[in-house]
């Protein structure tokens, strides 16, 4: 089945930089790759999805690269600031009798220091 | 519009109870998605379902865990004979029903606590 490996340790950063989150996968060959944002205590809001056929994708001071040869897709987050503190979740979705389910990595937890 | 409605937000059953769980998708959205999170871990699908219909259950459970979407009200994830194990969050999703394209919408999760 897919496997989705996203960095268990938290990226520790300062406000002001870029962070970098990466996800990577094997067994699969996804149609499109899907970034989203939990912070504790609540469901995952979707940020970003990028498809098979797309390099990058921008949403403000989102970007989302999706490598299929690598299999690896990245978010960046520019201009980081405190407030965007989080976990974000790499999805990918997985074929299961004919059906397609959202899979989710684990996450990789973000901490933006002021 | 409002969003994915869970509850009850914080649930609390002994062991052996029943725990019931339930999701109203956002309006229009036909596809609703199940998952269970522990701590420090990633949310584990469970079952995924469309109006009246069971489309896929590969990860629920074989007994204790059952889960229905009826054709009015909201879909209902029921727990017979809770253990310590089952505590966890469980997060409904749901989706318009356009597979391969869109994002899931989630609710912000039911915790239930067994003691």
């Known amino acids: 089945s897919q496997k989705i490996e996203q960095n268990s340790e938290a990226l520790n950063i300062q406000e002001g930089k870029t962070a970098t989150l990466t996800c990577n996968y094997t067994?699969?060959?996804?149609?499109?790759l899907q970034w989203y944002r939990q912070d504790p205590g609540r469901g995952p809001v979707f940020l970003l999805l990028i498809r098979e056929n797309e390099k990058e994708k921008r949403k403000e001071r989102l970007k989302v690269t999706f490598d299929t040869t690598l299999k690896q897709s990245l978010f960046h987050i520019t201009a980081s600031q405190p407030a965007d503190s989080a976990t974000y979740l790499c999805?990918?979705?997985?074929?299961?009798?004919?059906?397609?389910?959202?899979?989710f990595g684990r996450g990789t937890s973000l901490i933006v220091h002021p | 519009n409002a969003g994915v409605m869970q509850n009850p937000r914080h649930l609390v059953r002994r062991r052996g109870q029943e725990a019931r769980l339930r999701c109203s998708p956002m309006?229009?959205?036909?596809?609703v998605y199940w998952y269970r999170q522990l701590p420090e871990e990633g949310l584990k699908f469970m079952v995924y379902?469309?109006?009246?219909?069971?489309?896929?259950e590969s990860g629920m459970p074989k007994e204790r865990f059952s889960a229905e979407f009826p054709k009015e009200g909201p879909s209902i994830l029921r727990i017979q004979q809770v253990v310590r194990g089952d505590s966890a969050a469980y997060f409904c999703?749901?989706?318009?029903?356009?597979?391969?394209?869109?994002?899931?919408?989630f609710g912000q999760g039911t915790r239930l606590t067994v003691v």
């Open positions: 067994n699969y060959s996804p149609a499109y």
């Open positions: 309006k229009g959205h036909s596809h």
């Open positions: 999703a749901s989706s318009p029903g356009v597979r391969r394209t869109s994002e899931a919408f």
């Open positions: 379902l469309q109006k009246e219909n069971i489309i896929d």
């Open positions: 999805a990918l979705e997985e074929a299961s009798g004919g059906s397609y389910i959202p899979t």
